[in-house]
C-alpha cells in the first residue's frame, strides 16, 4: 500500500461512473454493462489524473475513481494497490457494509463477468478478473476477520481486556512509565533499569507488565538487588506462548499488546511514557511536558527513519514507536484506539501509525516557535472531529542514536542500539551505558572519558600520526577531509616532542560550517580537531574556544569558553581558563580583523618557547572580512613586518606593540600551499623566544 503510488485515471470516465452509481443500491447495478456504457459514450478521455483513495468519499465516488483506473491503461499491480487501499482503508474503520457493497457488487461481479472492453486495452479482460478476484478474497478476509470474533488476535485482545479490568491501578502516580518484558528480553532488562534508576535518581515511577510465568522473580531479584522500589509489577500470562524474537506475528503480539495497554492507561488519565527495553534513556526525561514547546501536544515521539520506508521517502522522518510520551485525554484515548486497528491490520506498531497518518493526510511541518516537527491529524471522520497534535522531537529534547558516544549525551539521549544484551560483543558498551548513566548529570568516571567519546587512546604503543588522526576523525587539516591543508605534516614535526608533556594548546575555531560560511552559530556540533588533539597529546590540556557552543564535549583534559573573537572581553575571558599556553592555534573565521584582534589578546598568553600560528590565510570570509573594522591583510601585515620590516598602518594593532612582539619573538616562518593548489601562503608560525615548556620538562 505504497504512498508513492503513481496510479492515473480519468476524472470524466469517474464521474459517469458516479453518475450512474449515485443513489442507487450497489446490487442493483451490472458494473460490466455500466463499464461497457461509459467507455462507449465517453470519447473524451485525454486529461488523466493521479488516482487516491480517500476513506471520507462517498463509497459510490471511491468505486468511481478505482473503475475508471481499471478502464485506463494501468499495471496491475498498481490497481491492486489502489484496491488494497480501499479495502483496508474500509477495514481499520471496521465498515464490513462498504466492505460488503464492495466486493459482491463490483470485485466479484467483475470476477464473474468481466466485460468484453477489446478497444480498452488489449488483455483488459484477463487483467480485470486478476484484479478484481485477488481484491475480493482480500475484502472477503477483511470481512471475516472482523466479524469472526472469536479469531485468534481477538481472542488475545480479548484476554488483554481482562487483564485490564483486574489491574489495580489506583495508587499510580499522574505520569507513569511503562515497559514490558518477556523472558528473552531480560537480559535488556537488567541493563534498562539500571540506566533507568541512574538517570531518574529513582523518583520516577515504573509500571512493568511482565509476560510469562518465570519472569516475575527474575524481575524482583533485579530490582532487589538494586533497591528500586519505585515500581508496580503486573504479571500477564497469556494462554499463546509469546516470543519477543520470533516471526513478524509473535511481535505483534507484543505491540498489539503495548497499545492498547498504554491506551487503557491513558482512559485512565495516566501520562504514559513508553520505552522500548533497548531504548536507553540516559538522562531523565520526565519532564518532557513542561517543556513550553509542547504545551498542545498529545503524543510526541522520537523521529527515525528506518520503517516503513515509503513513508520516510515521503516525509523524511517517520515517528519511532520504541519511545514515546502520551499525554492523557479522552481525543488520545480515542487516537490510540485507532491505532490499535491499524496494527491488528498492518500486523505493526510503526507502520501502522504511520498508515494511519498517510491516510489522514499528515505532513509534518517544522514550527516557527520550536525546532520540534508538529502535526495535527484532522481526519473527522476517524477521529470524531478531534484534533489530535503529534510532534517529532528535535534532538535538543530527546535523540535517538546508535552508540553510547558523551559527545551525543545532551538534551535526553536515547541510545536505540537495537541490540541484545547477552550478546558478547555488545557487553563493552553496556558498561559504557551503566558508566554514562551513573554519572547522571555528574560526570561519568574519568578513565571512562575517552572511550565514551570515541577517542584512540593516546598513550597506546602503536599510536598513530596526527595527520592519521585528523583523517580518522575528519579535521580538514590533514590529508582526506575537505580543503585538507595537510598542516598536521608540519605539526607532526613541530609537536612530537610535545607529545608527551603536559603543556596547554589553546584552539581558536573547533568544527567547519559556523558563521565564517554563513551559518548559524546557535549549531550543534562537534569538533573534529579536539578529538584529535585529544588522541594525539597524552597528558597535554586541551582549551577550546569557539562562537558556537562545544561545552557538550566533556572530557577531563578538554575546557571551553564560548565567544566571538571580534570581542576583547571574550578573548579575555580565555584567560581565566589558563593564564598560559604553548600552542594557540587560530583556526576561527579566517577574516584579518579577527585574526589580528585575537593575536592582540593572546600573544602576550603564549609560553617562552611556544608556538602561535594562523592558519588559512588564503581565505577570508565573505561574510566578516567586509562587515568588520578595516585592517590589512593578516599574511601582508606579518610579512612586511617580520621580513621586510615594513609596519603597515593599522587601527587594531600599533607599531609599538609589534616592536615588543618582535623583541620577544624567535623564529617567524610561513609555508605556502603544502599540497600546491593555490600559489597563495596559507599558514605562519610564529616561535616565542625562550625555552619550550616541555623542552625544560623532559
Ligand atoms: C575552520 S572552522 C574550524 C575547524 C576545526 N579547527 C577543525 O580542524 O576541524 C572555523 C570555526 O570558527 C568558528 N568561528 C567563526 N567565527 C567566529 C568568531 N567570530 N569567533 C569565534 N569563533 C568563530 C566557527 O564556529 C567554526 O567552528
Known sequence: MSSEMKLYFSPSLASSVAERCVDRPLWQINFGELLKEVIEIDTNRDGLALADFRPTNHLSQNIAVYLSALLTPNASEDLINLGQKIVWGYAVILDTHSLVQLTNSVFKSLTLSPPLLKDVKDNF???????????????????????????????????????????????????????????????????????????????????IVGIGQRVHDRIIAKLNAIEFANVTIFDFTPRQKLTASGNGEDLYYLWYLKIKLIRYFVSREHDVIYSDLDSFWVKNFIHIWEQASLSDVDIAFMPSS????????KWGVIPCCGFF???????????????????????????????????????????????????VV????????????????????????????????????IWH?????FQQEHRNVAATLRAVAAGGSADPPSHQYGALMGLADPSSQERETLTALADRYRSDKGTAVGPAHHYTFLYDLLFADARDQSINLLEIGLAVGGPELGHSADRFAISPSVLMWL?????????????????????????????DCGSTEDLQ????????????????????????????????????????????????????????????????FFYDFFVDDKYLDNQLISKKFMDAVKLDTYSFNYFYD??????????????????????KSC
Open 535 to 563: 588522541s594525539y597529546f597524552s597528558r597535554a590540556n586541551i582549551f577550546g574556544f569557539d562562537i558556537t557552543d562545544f561545552s557538550h564535549m566533556k572530557h577531563p583534559r578538554f575546557e571551553f569558553t564560548r565567544g
Open 378 to 413: 484532522w481526519n473527522s471522520r476517524a477521529f470524531h472531529g478531534d484534533n489530535i497534535r503529534l510532534s517529532l522531537l528535535n534532538p535538543s529534547i530527546a535523540k535517538r542514536v546508535g552508540e553510547p558516544n558523551l559527545l551525543t549525551a545532551e538534551g535526553v539521549t
Open 306 to 313: 528506518d520503517m516503513p520506508l515509503y513513508a520516510v521517502q
Open 125 to 207: 479482460g484477463y487483467q480485470c478478473v486478476e484484479i478484481n478476484f485477488h481484491l475480493h478474497v482480500l475484502a472477503n478476509i477483511a470481512i471475516h476477520s472482523i466479524r469472526r470474533c472469536d479469531a485468534d488476535y481477538y481472542e488475545f485482545s480479548r484476554q488483554i481486556d481482562q487483564f485490564s479490568a483486574q489491574l489495580h491501578i489506583d495508587g499510580l502516580p499522574k505520569c507513569i512509565c511503562f515497559v514490558f518484558l518477556t523472558e528473552n528480553y531480560l537480559e535488556n532488562f537488567e541493563l534498562w533499569i539500571d540506566v533507568f534508576n541512574a538517570s531518574t535518581g529513582g523518583q520516577q515511577h515504573l509500571v
Open 417 to 421: 542500539p537495537r541490540w541484545n544484551t
Open 674 to 695: 603544502f599540497t600546491g593548489q593555490t600559489t597563495l601562503p596559507k599558514i605562519i608560525v610564529i616561535k616565542k623566544e625562550g625555552t619550550p615548556a616541555w623542552v
Open 325 to 375: 510520551a502520551c499525554r492523557a485525554s479522552g481525543r488520545l484515548e480515542r487516537f490510540l484506539g485507532r491505532w490499535e486497528r491499524w496494527v491488528e491490520v498492518m500486523f505493526d506498531d510503526q507502520i501502522g501509525l504511520a498508515e494511519m497518518l498517510l491516510d489522514a493526510g499528515v505532513e509534518w511541518e517544522q514550527r516557527n516557535d520550536s525546532p520540534d516537527w508538529r502535526s
Open 573 to 636: 575571558a580565555i584567560l581565566r581558563m589558563s593564564s598560559h599556553f604553548d600552542i594557540i592555534i587560530d583556526d576561527a573565521s579566517h577574516a584579518s580583523y579577527h585574526q589580528q584582534n585575537t593575536f592582540k589578546e593572546l600573544f602576550k598568553s603564549l609560553h617562552p618557547g611556544g608556538f602561535y600560528i594562523i592558519e588559512d590565510l588564503h581565505w577570508q570570509s565573505p561574510f566578516f572580512e567586509d562587515s568588520l573594522p578595516v585592517v590589512p591583510k593578516t599574511w601582508e
